[in-house]
Each structure stands twice: as C-alpha cells, then as structure tokens.
C-alpha cells in the first residue's frame, strides 16, 4: 500500500479519523517479516499442525483454512474496538495484525496449556489436543464429552470397559486430565460395536454431551441444521444456484439473509471512479488503456 501512496501515515494525513488496519503474515519486524504467507504456512508456524496430529513429533494440516479465518475474526474484533474508540476520542488510529500472532493467540489457551505454566510446582495436565477422540463404531463415530465422573460411569461400559471403572486413572478428573492420552485410547478402541445410533441414544439418556459425527453429504438434511434454518438457497446471475450458511448471529431474534451476491471483480468500477469524483471521459479512457477493470455479469 505505501508503494501505491495508500500507507497508513498519508491516509491518516487526510483523514485523521480513519482507522487503518494493516494484515501481514508473519509481523513488521524479524527475520520473516517480509516473507508471503499463506493458510499453510501459518498453520505450521503456529503450531497447529503438530496438534493436529495423532503422534507426538507427528505434523498434519487441519483440512479448512482457519488461519484466514482467524485473522479475519481478529481483524473484525479489532477494527470494531477501534471504532468504539473513536466514538469517545474522535480519533482513528493504525492497527497492526499479523497472521502469526493471531493464530498463535487463537491457538494458546487450550493448545499450549500444559505449557503455560512455568514454575516447578506447576500442576501437571495433558495437551489440549489429547482431548479430542472420536468414539468410533463400524457404522460411523459420535464426538463425546466426557467430562464428569457420572459422564465416565456412562461411557466405559457402554463401549465395554466396566471394569475401568475401578481403576485410579479414571477415578478422577485430575487423573484423567493428568493422563488423557491413555484414557483417549479407550474411546479410540471400544470393545463393544453397538453403533451410532444406540451410542447416541445411551449417552443422551446419561446426559453425556454427544452428538452423531457428520458426514458432509449430511450436513443440509439434518434435522437439527434444519431447525434453526442455517443454511439458505439461492440464485445468482453469475453463480446459478447457491446453498450457504446465514450470518450466525440475530440480532433481536431475527434471522439475517446474505442471499445477495459479492460484485465480481471489477463489476462496480465505473460507479466507484464516479463517486470519487471521476468524469465519464477519464473512466472511459482508463478502461481502454487496461488501468481499470470492468467486468460484465453473464
């Protein structure tokens, strides 16, 4: 941006109460800070990968792109206290995120808290990422939260581990949480294949918090999907039809829609040049010299 006279310090020059968030992938200083970033790359420096993975010096990349995401939550949350802010000082000020620290933010309270604690007599838990194991069956699997000793009583003999019940490692939530590597095994390997559905059925009746474990091509039909009308279908000019996630959030109850398409790149240039002030002529002229795009709708 500095190189197309759009930095920070001349923008703010003009226009003191703008608020200037500028994204980079690894900081403004170090030995990275000028090196391209991208999803991947944040992943691996953040350490997501190695938490992703099943071994201890094992690495795997998380299949969406959460570190764009997170940065973009961060960016919003940022930009929105900056203009709180300003409501109050009538001062905008510049914001510096970078890709990294965000993600290494996102990432520390549950990823890294068996490392937070530094002093000797630090009570010792498991990563957080030995907290996540899917209770598989031959016909799918269910996510469980075992959390509480009445939530284990449930569990162990229903995958056909009674006899654990017994046992100090599972006696406890410090035993487990001191040692839930070992108790994931179990849940990893059940003795019993009672399948989905019964797994489903038992644990709710337990008050086990559980839910059955998707697969995509069930995602639009589920009928607890369904019920609080997440999804939305529509029609574009430039897309065909749509199927997309409404905006999360109701604001005094009521349902958001975005069932209106993002302009194509370049669809809108002409209406942005003229309210900046640009005549028809000069537009025309920077269309035909290839300056500016314009891109027509099919």
Same mark, same amino acid.
């Given at each position: 941006m500095d190189r197309l006279g759009? @930095? +920070?310090? *001349?923008?703010?020059?003009?226009?003191?109460?703008? &608020?200037? *968030?500028? *994204? +980079? @992938?690894? @900081?403004t200083q170090g030995p990275m800070a000028d090196k391209p970033a991208f999803d991947h790359v944040i992943q691996g420096m953040s350490g997501l990968t190695n938490l992703q993975s099943s071994e201890d010096n094992g690495f795997d990349l998380i299949r969406t792109f959460i570190c764009d995401k997170v940065t973009s939550y961060t960016v919003c949350q940022a930009a929105t206290a900056a203009l709180v802010a300003r409501a !109050? #000082?009538?001062?905008?000020?510049?914001?510096?995120? +970078?890709?990294?620290?965000?993600?290494?933010?996102f990432m520390w309270p549950d990823g890294m808290m068996h490392r937070t604690l530094k002093d000797d007599d630090?009570?010792?838990?498991?990563?957080? $990422?030995?907290?996540?194991q899917t209770l598989n069956f031959s016909d799918g699997a269910v996510a469980v939260a075992a959390l509480t000793d009445s939530h284990w009583q449930a569990v162990l003999p229903l995958i056909g581990y009674p006899e654990l019940l017994d046992m100090p490692l599972f006696s406890s939530i410090a035993s487990r949480m001191t040692n839930m590597k070992e108790v994931s095994l179990v849940l990893k390997n059940p003795r019993l294949d009672i399948g989905v559905e019964k797994a *489903? %059925?038992?644990?709710?009746? $337990?008050? &086990?918090?559980? $839910?059955?474990?998707?697969?995509?091509? /069930?995602? /639009? !039909?589920?009928d607890q999907?369904? %019920?609080?009308?997440?999804?939305? !279908?529509?029609? #574009? /000019?430039a897309m065909g039809k749509l199927t997309v996630p409404r905006p999360p959030v109701q604001f005094d109850g009521a349902? %958001?829609?975005?069932?209106?398409?993002?302009?194509?790149? @370049?669809?809108? +240039?002409?209406? &942005?040049?003229?309210e900046l002030g640009w005549d028809h002529a000069s537009i025309d002229q920077l269309i035909s010299s290839g300056d500016v795009v314009v891109t027509a709708l099919p």
């Open positions: 759009l @930095g +920070s310090d *001349v923008l703010r020059k003009i226009n003191p109460k703008l &608020v200037y *968030v500028a *994204v +980079s @992938g690894f @900081g !109050t #000082t009538g001062e905008g000020q510049h914001i510096d995120i +970078s890709m990294l620290h965000a993600c290494l933010a630090r009570f010792e838990m498991s990563p957080g $990422a030995d907290y996540f *489903v %059925a038992a644990l709710k009746a $337990a008050d &086990v918090p559980c $839910a059955p474990c998707l697969h995509q091509d /069930e995602i /639009e !039909t589920n999907i369904q %019920a609080i009308d997440a999804l939305e !279908t529509y029609v #574009t /000019e349902m %958001a829609s975005q069932a209106k398409p993002s302009p194509l790149l @370049g669809e809108q +240039s002409r209406e &942005v040049l003229s």
